[in-house]
């Protein structure tokens, strides 16, 4: 067996003994090593899924320090300056990064596009006098995305109750549904769908109730593991119109009505005008030629005169 071979297999058997998965028999005898690895635990730490996020571990400036990272008895990321084949765990691969040695004192992991499955405890083991282990809590959390639809499709002016959907998806860990009329809390249920692939939760709720004109329904979702929360809204306004919409409304009808009657104004002058030329015409045909269209001519009347001769 080479030597960096029989290094690596010495080292998962070592730290299989410090690892705290480890069964209570396998850790028997090993009481010395167990003391020699000096644990330090941290609070956990909050991740948001698909992020970049860094497990914190600082340790002393010393040249040829090895350095690794585990979760659980998973290699994540490792240094050793004798050897420089690396053995990570594949879902880690291409997606760490170690600031050590590059940093001297600065044993801390990054992490990218954290996910869900990388949750659980980490384990930072670095050399110096004696192995020396940093344990970190790796919590992650993604937020709910929800959506708001009437089912079917509520009818024009309708007042009457409603069948309405709610479905908030894509969030991390489970959370809560619920719905609110005016912020009135509005009884009802909901339920949960696991993705298979992502391990991403998906909550569905559906309620009958009636909303009225002007009223707001609203699906609000916690996250346990996040502050605040996240809502859809369903807005029916108010179909009531204030005074001077009705000043308006009532404006617009009067204008088609104006320009109605200025058109059959502009009709019967039109008409008042080409009867009047028409006859002036036909009085000047009948006084330059008085002989009709048959050669019968007409005599002019003699205008009467009222009075003594």
């Keep these: 067996m080479d030597r960096p071979r029989a290094k690596r297999v010495l080292w998962s058997f070592l730290l299989l003994l410090l690892s705290p998965s480890a069964s209570a028999e396998s850790r028997l005898g090993t009481l010395s090593l167990r003391a020699a690895a000096k644990a330090q635990s ?4 909050l991740a948001l899924a698909g992020t970049d996020f860094l497990l914190p571990c600082s340790c002393p400036e010393e040249e040829k320090s090895i350095l690794i990272w585990q979760k659980n008895l998973s290699v994540v990321a490792q240094y050793d300056p004798e050897d420089d084949e690396q053995v990570v765990d594949g879902s880690f691969r291409n997606r760490t990064r170690l600031y050590y040695p590059a940093e001297k004192d600065n044993c ?5 596009r954290a ?4 949750e659980g405890n980490y384990s930072c083991y670095y050399k110096s006098e004696r192995m020396k282990r940093i344990d970190v809590e790796l919590l992650v959390a993604a937020q709910y995305t929800p959506q708001v639809e009437s089912v079917p499709p509520e009818s024009e002016g309708s007042t009457g109750p409603g069948v309405y959907r709610c479905q908030a998806a894509g969030g991390y860990p489970v959370g809560r549904l619920r719905w609110l009329l005016d912020d009135r809390p509005v009884n009802s249920t909901f339920t949960t769908r696991r993705s298979v692939r992502d391990h991403l939760y998906n909550l569905t709720s ?3 109730v009636g909303v009225p004109e002007g009223a707001v329904l609203r699906c609000v979702v916690e996250n346990p593991r996040l502050e605040g929360s996240v809502s859809a809204l369903l807005n029916r306004p108010a179909t009531h ?3 001077r919409d009705k000043e ?8 088609p009505m104006m320009a109605v009657a200025v058109v059959v104004c502009v009709v019967l002058i039109l008409g008042s005008v080409v009867m009047h030329l028409l006859r002036r015409r036909q009085r000047s045909r009948y006084s330059a030629d008085p002989e009709g269209p048959d050669g019968t001519v ?3 009347e003699e205008p009467l005169t009222v009075g003594p001769s």
Excluded: C, M
């Design 108 to 112: 801390s992991l990054l992490l990218r």
């Design 298 to 300: 007409y005599e002019q």
């Design 206 to 208: 559906t309620v009958s």
């Design 42 to 45: 941290r609070p956990p730490l």
């Design 115 to 118: 996910s869900v499955k990388d």
């Design 241 to 243: 119109t204030s005074e």
């Design 248 to 255: 308006q409304q009532e404006q617009g009808l009067h204008l």
